[in-house]
């Protein structure tokens, strides 16, 4: 029988008394101090605030639109029942928000960070990202990851002028890294951003020490976590890898409504009116074992793996080496001309430099890193399609 956690009494008289007195402690990020990049344009108004521009920006980026079409966990199924990251944003924001409003904060950096966060992830998910990274550094000795990446599709691949604060939020998400406690580290520039960014390219471990700025960057980064946690075993089950009995449950229960729930409960009793978010030791632990079951039963499971070096690999490989090939040789009849720097110049964005004059591996990895699953799939086709290299999906009646 599912258990749903409740707020203790002293909790809940709390946050009701201190929000009709409005004596709440002021722990959200003031807006008044956001900080861009050209801080003479995009400013606020009374229309739209300075995150709400962020948003605006963030769900209108053109690569937005592929977040319908990239895999979440499980890439060789046709099941419209089985996430996409389209979903899982959507999950993001509304859990970070629901956690943010009991909190006080700020509710519109929240959904920025949360609505960006995954937008420079790849097709096939971390088995993409794992092989991307592969290729980058061997071709260029610089390593890929999609929050870091995703920073680069906001910032620099579309100079949107996002506010320092998201993209802070954004490349600090990384939901594979749970913590029982988030206190932000305060952000003064984008000098010391930029220097933290480019060590994350030479350094992979370096993503991992990164630390959202504000609160409400900490709030999303937990909620990556519990958003992906149970609906991931959800799609599992749908996808017949597991069955509803397969997870010890505990503190946090086993199933994503209670999951959500008692993850969402304990937070905001253990961080209400206090300037860090935090899980007690119970509910931690919980979480790091339910993890640990994922990883175990559903992410390193041979239908979740199978097809990954048997062909998503060596086919991404050939894309790779035949676009760049392709770049070097000014080959304008190529797709990576075509559909994807064409594509990227018509935003008409004020740039530092022209985008064809960036580094040919970063615009490889680009192109690459922006692609959905099926465009991944028919682009390979056309372009090779004498190889025997060829995914098979499961279909509905399988």
């Given amino acids: 029988m599912p258990t749903y956690e409740k707020l203790t009494p002293e909790t809940e008289k709390r946050i009701i008394t201190e929000k009709a007195e409005n004596s709440f402690a002021l722990l959200a990020f003031n807006e008044d101090n956001v900080i861009r990049r050209n801080p003479d344009k995009d400013k606020a108004d009374i229309i739209r605030t300075a995150f709400v521009r962020d948003c605006d920006k963030i769900i209108h980026c053109p690569f937005y639109n592929r977040y319908a079409d990239k895999t979440q966990v499980f890439s060789f ?39 960006g966060h995954d937008i420079g992830h790849t097709p096939f998910g971390h088995a993409g990202e794992k092989i991307l990274d592969e290729l980058y550094f061997a071709h260029a000795k610089r390593h890929f990851s999609h929050n870091i990446h995703s920073v680069r599709v906001l910032d620099g691949i ?8 998201t993209l802070s939020g954004i490349a600090a998400h990384d939901g594979e890294i749970e913590l029982g406690e988030y206190r932000p580290e305060p952000l003064e520039s984008f000098e010391e951003f930029d220097r933290m960014i480019e060590a994350c390219y030479l ?29 991931d075993r959800q799609d599992a089950e ?10 010890e449950g505990g503190a946090i229960g086993s199933i994503n409504a209670e999951l959500i729930n008692n993850l969402m409960v304990n937070i905001i009793e253990n961080s209400y009116g206090k300037p860090y978010i935090k899980l007690d030791d119970a509910h931690f632990e919980a979480l790091k074992r339910a993890k640990a079951e994922n990883y175990n039963l559903i992410y390193k499971s041979k239908t979740v793996q199978e097809q990954i070096d048997s062909s998503i690999r060596p086919m991404m490989t050939e894309l790779y080496d035949r676009h760049l090939a392709d770049l070097l040789a000014g080959d304008t009849a190529s797709p990576i001309f075509s559909h994807h720097i064409d594509y990227v110049n018509k935003a008409h964005y004020e740039r530092r430099s022209p985008y064809e004059s960036t580094e040919p591996n970063q615009i490889v990895v680009d192109y690459i ?17 004498e190889s025997n290299y060829a995914i098979k999906y499961k279909g509905y009646f399988e």
């Fill in 238 to 247: 749908r996808a017949k890898i597991i069955t509803p009995d397969s997870f």
């Fill in 158 to 165: 579309y100079p949107y002028n996002i506010s320092l604060q």
């Fill in 77 to 115: 199924y046709k099941n419209d029942d089985i996430s996409r990251r389209s979903l899982h944003v959507q999950l993001v924001s509304r859990i970070a928000r629901t956690i943010g409003k009991a909190l006080n904060l700020n509710l519109d950096l929240i959904e920025a960070i949360a609505l």
């Fill in 369 to 385: 890193a922006g692609m959905t699953d099926d465009y991944f799939v028919d682009l390979y086709a056309y372009l090779f399609p």
């Fill in 203 to 231: 350094d992979k471990e370096n993503v991992k020490k990164l630390v959202p700025s504000t609160l409400e960057g900490c709030v999303m980064r937990i909620s990556d976590i519990i958003a992906y946690l149970g609906k």
